[in-house]
């Protein structure tokens, strides 16, 4: 809606908000002990394998699970313990990573990532990077964060160009 | 921001910040997720990780295993009775060619080459 007064004008929007429920890095609610969370930003799969592999042997990590958040979107999972500049420096390793996200993720002091599904998309496993290094904490220690958001994700324009 | 206008660089950086800003000053409220039922259910449904359990870098040395047990337990098999036909005075090429047979009827081989003529 548009108000003109003169030479102001005023322009209000509305949206609908929608709650989500995200998982966050950090371990319990004191520790300074973080899991890897990742997010990829529009990159293949092949892409993303290849980078995750090397990571994993590089920094000794534990088993990566790549899951498929919608299309052409990636999050991956791995059970780690580390602590919160030790992830942070694991991160920017990553080429293929979402920036927004770990700008964000540094101003809060971990990372979420989103577990509640968007309207039509599904989660889907694609990969397990299976490693000779035991988790480092029990999926069950980590915390979640429940939002309210309108994000609808990445528009449908920036997937068609591919 | 008009709808189908691209960000420019600077109006990016500022979004960035404002909600950094917002970030900071809201206190977040973060919880255990022991006890959330939608971390539970896509640790099962979409991980399939049991969320007590700790897994022990099982995973890889069974899929490891798994792949090289029954190669070698054949190829040790091949090689020791290959060895141990030769010993009885086989040629190599006949030892070759006994050492896929099965157990029995190597036996009866064995049998028939050890009888006194």
């Not at chain 1, 088993?63 to 999050?75: G, P, Q």
């Not at chain 2, 206190?27 to 990780?49: F, S």
Request: proline residues 3%; contains cysteine; glycine residues 4%.
């Amino acid at each position: 809606m548009i108000i003109r007064i003169g030479k102001l004008q005023l322009r209000a929007y509305a949206t609908i908000l929608e709650k989500r429920i995200g998982i966050c890095s950090q371990k319990d609610t004191r520790e300074d002990k973080h899991a890897l969370l990742i997010d990829f930003d529009n990159s293949s799969i092949s892409t993303i394998i290849n980078s995750l592999s090397s990571l994993q042997k590089k920094y000794k990590l534990p088993a990566i699970y790549i899951v498929a958040s919608s299309k052409h979107s990636y999050h991956a999972y791995c059970f780690t313990a580390r602590k919160f500049m030790e992830i942070i420096h694991i991160l920017s390793d990553i080429p293929e990573l979402d920036e927004s996200y770990f700008r964000l993720g540094i101003i809060r002091g971990y990372f979420t990532l989103r577990i509640t599904s968007r309207k039509g998309d599904k989660f889907k496993l694609v990969k397990t990077l299976v490693s000779v290094y035991p988790n480092e904490m029990l999926p069950d220690s980590l915390t979640v964060n429940e939002y309210l958001t309108s994000n609808k994700g990445k528009g449908g324009k920036r997937h068609a160009k591919r | 921001m008009p709808k189908g206008r691209k960000r420019t660089e600077e109006e990016y950086e500022r979004e960035i910040e404002e909600a950094s800003k917002r970030i900071r000053k809201k206190k977040e409220n973060i919880k255990t997720a022991r006890t959330n039922a939608t971390w539970q259910e896509y640790l099962t449904d979409v991980l399939g990780v049991s969320p007590k359990a700790l897994d022990n870098g099982k995973d890889f040395w069974e899929s490891v295993r798994e792949r090289t047990l029954e190669f070698d337990t054949r190829a040790i098999q091949r090689r020791s009775r290959y060895s141990e036909l030769r010993k009885v005075g086989y040629t190599a090429k006949e030892a070759r060619r006994m050492r896929d047979w099965s157990e029995d009827k190597v036996e009866l081989e064995l049998a028939r080459k050890s009888k006194p003529k």
